[in-house]
């Protein structure tokens, strides 16, 4: 990139991944083709005792856009940066202090027992190994950052060519030095499909999935199916939903979400295709809810007493008790028929958990910026 925003890759991620090493090496590998590249480690622009009261990142940001113009002086046309970061508004804080960044967020990550042996391998405070492990895991719920890329496995070398070429960074330079980069190649949205028989709470918990996305900092949205696909006489089909949640789903992804959680019935594989088919720019993951016989029966009751999500149209809600018996054997015999067929890509099994129990299991299966594979 060119001209009066100076590329910023940010490498973040818990403690042990590589984040130094593999920052160096980013930053000699630009080097040796010829663009003049700084590396700052932010370990290194906070060593301050005691810390100011704002807090270690206020004091690197500072510092940070306090050597920005020097780097420009000398001619530096990129930075890397090496350091732990873990919610957009810490990111905010360095963006605001260099306005004339082109910022890269790129968040490292390894699979626990990796990360484990990497941690140890440091022969630096084994002791904090398990509170690494955590906190990768606390970072793999989490998605403030413009790509994650998973160095499981790969050397130094590898990984470094990984994260330039994710990053858009691999380009050779201009005829001044310049980086000519590509296009990031940021992380698909994820659209998490939160299903199940009937009673199985579905909305309730999709809802839940979505609210601690928010807090978490994630860019995220929410959309029940059966909220937009009303339609009478009859009640609409997949087809109308599909295509009203592909043009929603548009509107929230200009609005800057990354992740969508959906909730609605998915019965079978050829309707969950005709849905990705309309969401070509996404990463859907089916997740199925499961409910036993008797815990389906109270949730079948408890909604035709008018209990649960107040939403429009709740086929339960007034039904006399010999009817909502009737509804609780179908949910059950459709339950053990989804078992049975392994229908969805996650099962979570929601007996004797609380709502944010049930979204938390999701998060642990399906985090909202990892590599996972899905459909």
Not at 45 to 56: A, H, Q
Not at 72 to 90: I, K, T, W
Not at 272 to 298: D, I, K, N, S, W
Request: glycine share 10%; with cysteine; proline share 6%.
């Amino acid at each position: 990139m060119s001209g009066d925003r100076l590329p910023l890759l940010w490498l973040c991620g818990p403690s042990g991944v590589g984040k130094s090493s593999l920052g160096w090496e980013v930053s000699s590998r630009l080097g040796r083709a010829g663009v003049r590249t700084a590396f700052v480690d932010a370990d290194q622009i906070s060593l301050c005792v005691p810390l100011p009261e704002s807090g270690t990142h206020h004091l690197r940001a500072r510092n940070l856009a306090a050597m920005w113009p020097n780097f420009r002086l000398a001619g530096a046309r990129c930075v890397v940066l090496s350091g732990f970061v873990d919610s957009p508004e810490e990111i905010a804080e360095y963006a605001k202090l260099l306005p004339d960044a082109a910022l890269t967020v790129c968040r490292l990550r390894v699979e626990p027992a990796e990360l484990k042996e990497r941690f140890l391998g440091r022969g630096w405070r084994p002791d904090l190994v398990a509170d690494a492990v955590a906190e990768a895991e606390g970072l793999d719920g989490t998605g403030f950052a413009d790509l994650c890329v998973d160095t499981s496995g790969l050397t130094v070398a590898k990984s470094a060519e990984l994260v330039l070429n994710r990053a858009g960074l691999a380009a050779a330079p201009g005829a001044s030095g310049d980086l000519v980069p590509s296009a990031p190649v940021l992380d698909p949205a994820r659209v998490l499909w939160i299903s199940g028989a009937t009673a199985a709470g579905k909305s309730t918990a999709g809802y839940e999935a979505f609210s601690q996305l928010v807090r978490s900092g994630v860019p995220a949205a929410y959309v029940d199916l059966k909220q937009i696909g009303a339609l009478r006489p009859g009640t609409g089909d997949h087809l109308l939903k599909a295509r009203n949640l592909a043009a929603v789903w548009a509107g929230h992804l200009a609005a800057g979400a990354r992740c969508l959680v959906v909730s609605g019935d998915a019965d079978r594989d050829e309707t969950v295709r005709r849905y990705a088919e309309l969401l070509p720019e996404a990463a859907l993951t089916v997740v199925r809810l499961h409910a036993g016989p008797a815990t389906l029966a109270e949730r079948v009751a408890l909604r035709g007493g008018g209990g649960g999500p107040a939403l429009p149209g709740d086929e339960l809600k007034g039904l006399d008790p010999a009817a909502l018996h009737r509804v609780a054997e179908r949910a059950a015999a459709d339950a053990a028929a989804l078992d049975r067929e392994g229908a969805g890509d996650v099962r979570i099994d929601t007996d004797g958990r609380s709502i944010q129990e049930v979204a938390e299991h999701i998060f642990r299966a399906c985090p909202p910026d990892s590599s996972r594979p899905v459909r």
